[in-house]
């Protein structure tokens, strides 16, 4: 179980351990206990209570300091969206109640699977709270909840529930990951002590897709193609970009000519994404739609290159200029995936594909937000398990972390007045390290004797099932 050890074939990593007793060496025995995937799950706990206790300064305050949570990057969007989502008064997020959409007329903005996990850690916060009083909140300013002190003890309890629940799912990714090529379970551990994992985990509920993407990746590998698309459907269902993982599979099953397995995938992905929209459009669909409406209207937001070009260059570029142009620019990057695939030496495996493929779709993306990271995070260590390159990406992410939050807090404004330029510069570098990345996956599928899963032996580390 010593295949894919950092020490042994990662050269940083090696010259790292020099003061830790070196790389392991080929006498290495195993431990009775610490396990490789033990030791992933104790640094990955150790992470994730790093991460909440980076939140704690705004939580303390229950994020009412509106310059602590960007100067102390300490912003989550958990907090804001309970008592803006009506989730303060039990509201079911699909329910067209005129009284209640009166009162609250923004709906959750999000695919179901997040509706349905926030709605339901809601409902866990209030009972451990002591299930407050709807008909005085009823009859309460919904502008006002948010400062009300009762409230302020739900907010603390739903973030704690959300947390406890993230740091589950973050074990259970960790888990998929190191056994989704069982002879190399250390390739999961640039996810399990990622700084990007520590510092965004908390901002939003992107770890719900990030587990089924891993789930997805564990059932390929190990020969389950039905449960693959199960887990795709129940990812798309919670955000988009899992969706892109068909296409992965599509490209591998026609070298592979697999015909029954890329069938049972896409139809598991269909039927599951179904169910799992169906109570939503069955109780509400005029709010099921709002999703899809307000991603269609929005215009060049934080993080994405569309906000440099139209702040930089004084543009006034509209929302369906920018959906035109991305959906042409991602049709042409998919196509050019496509094209890598079919014609690469050998058959790239599914997180090398899956990578490009989101990683084309956040190039061009309207919005770019800090936490976005995570949708690449599972794929990226799969992909390229080295931590030269995990250092290099991640430290683009980083930087693009605290420029947003300092942006927003206004501490990046300009002495002279005028736009934050250092802002900018980070959103570029951002996407300069992410394009290293996808050069570097690029060329091992193409030239698969740079690829680290297939270096050592010369063939992927996989289950019969699967190739």
């Not at 916060?125 to 919904?142: F, H, I, S, V």
């Not at 929005?298 to 929302?319: C, E, H, K, M």
């Not at 799969?382 to 300092?406: H, I, M, T």
Request: hydrophobic share 50%; aromatic share 12%; net charge neutral.
């Amino acid at each position: 179980m010593t295949d894919g050890a950092p020490t042994r074939e990662d050269p940083l990593a090696a010259t790292l351990s020099e003061g830790l007793g070196g790389p392991l060496g080929e006498r290495a025995g195993r431990h009775p206990w610490w396990t490789p995937v033990r030791v992933l799950l104790a640094l990955a706990a150790v992470v994730v209570a790093l991460g909440m206790l980076q939140k704690a300064p705004c939580y303390s305050d229950t994020w009412s300091d509106s310059d602590a949570r960007f100067s102390q990057m300490c912003y989550s969007d958990l907090p804001y969206l309970y008592t803006g989502r009506a989730l303060v008064e039990r509201a079911w997020p699909y329910s067209g109640d005129e009284t209640l959409r009166e009162r609250y007329p923004e709906v959750m903005e999000y695919p179901v699977g997040i509706s349905y996990w926030a709605w339901g850690t809601a409902l866990v916060a209030q009972g451990l709270t002591g299930w407050p009083d709807l008909d005085e909140r009823a009859g309460a300013d919904p502008g006002s909840l948010f400062g009300d002190v009762e409230v302020q003890r739900e907010i603390r309890a739903f973030v704690i529930v959300n947390a406890l629940g993230f740091a589950v799912l973050t074990l259970l990714a960790v888990w998929l990951l190191a056994r989704t090529h069982p002879r190399r379970p250390w390739d999961a551990l640039w996810f399990a002590v990622s700084p990007a994992l520590l510092l965004t985990g908390l901002v939003n509920w992107d770890l719900l897709a990030v587990v089924l993407v891993a789930g997805a990746t564990w059932a390929w590998a190990t020969g389950r193609p039905l449960l693959t698309g199960v887990l795709v459907g129940l990812g798309t269902a919670t955000k988009l970009y899992p969706l892109f993982l068909l296409g992965a599979l599509l490209v591998i099953c026609l070298r592979k000519r697999r015909w029954r397995a890329l069938g049972l995938a896409w139809l598991g992905a269909g039927v599951a994404w179904v169910l799992a929209n169906l109570p939503a459009v069955l109780t509400g669909l005029e709010q099921w739609r709002v999703f899809w409406s307000f991603n269609s209207e929005r215009g060049a937001d934080l993080g994405s290159l569309w906000l440099v070009a139209a702040q930089a260059a004084d543009l006034d570029i509209t929302p369906s200029t920018i959906n035109t142009t991305s959906l042409v620019f991602f049709a042409a990057w998919c196509a050019g995936v496509f094209v890598l695939g079919m014609l690469a030496p050998e058959t790239p495996r599914l997180a090398q594909l899956g990578f490009l493929l989101v990683a084309g779709f956040l190039l061009v993306n309207k919005v770019y937000s800090p936490q976005y990271v995570l949708w690449l995070l599972p794929l990226a260590v799969l992909a390229r398990p080295r931590l030269r390159d995990q250092l290099v990406w991640q430290a683009g992410e980083v930087l693009y972390f605290a420029s947003v939050w300092w942006y927003l807090g206004g501490l990046l404004d300009a002495g002279g007045g005028g736009d934050a330029g250092f802002y900018w510069v980070a959103i570029v570098l951002r996407v300069a390290a992410e394009l290293y990345l996808v050069a570097l996956v690029a060329r091992d599928v193409w030239r698969p004797r740079h690829d680290p899963v297939r270096r050592r032996t010369g063939r992927l580390h996989e289950s019969p099932a699967s190739r």
